[in-house]
């Protein structure tokens, strides 16, 4: 039986890893197709790439990237922060690692990462998607994204 996926918000991206952390504790159930070192993982990864610059994307796609940027990107960012992300939309492959992986590496690389991000005061590489964002705006868009993805995974027990 597939759990029910939770509905999620974050106030900080501290809070977010302790629910990672809770679900390494307790124990989860996936509503989803991610386990919780897949999705810390993920998470992690796309918490460095505002840091650290976004992977480049073949030209097909940075052609797609830019045309909705420019058209729809600011929309979708607002959408993303007061809706939610959608389920089922496409990511960078390489952003998502092998099912099966250590769980606990995974949270205590999505905590270093989360913590590297939350006291970073350079300037943020643009979103291939949403362009420029300030850190605000880069902080509400990764609590968005990590509600999205610890969403479907269920702590055992309640």
């Given amino acids: 039986m597939t759990a029910a996926r939770r509905s999620l918000r974050f106030g900080s991206l501290d809070e977010a890893v302790r629910d990672a ?3 390494a504790a307790a124990g989860y159930d ?5 386990d919780l070192a897949q999705v810390c993982g993920h998470l992690a990864e796309w918490l460095r790439y505002p840091l650290d610059g976004f992977p480049p994307a ?3 796609i940075r052609v797609m990237l830019r045309a909705v940027r ?4 600011r929309r979708m960012y607002e959408s993303y922060i007061l809706d939610g992300m959608p389920a089922g939309k496409p990511t960078v492959p ?3 690692p092998p099912a099966g992986g250590d769980p606990g590496a995974a949270v205590a ?3 270093a990462v ?10 943020l590489h643009p979103s291939p998607l949403f362009g420029r964002l300030d850190k ?6 990764q609590l968005a994204h990590t509600a999205h993805h610890l969403s479907f995974l269920v702590p055992r027990g309640g």
């Fill in 21 to 23: 952390e809770h679900l």
């Fill in 30 to 34: 996936r509503a989803g197709n991610w």
């Fill in 58 to 60: 073949p030209l097909p």
């Fill in 70 to 73: 420019a058209t729809m990107g």
């Fill in 94 to 96: 390489a952003s998502v």
């Fill in 109 to 111: 690389a999505l905590r």
């Fill in 114 to 123: 989360a913590e590297r991000f939350t006291a970073y005061t350079g300037e």
């Fill in 136 to 141: 605000n705006e880069a902080t509400k868009l």
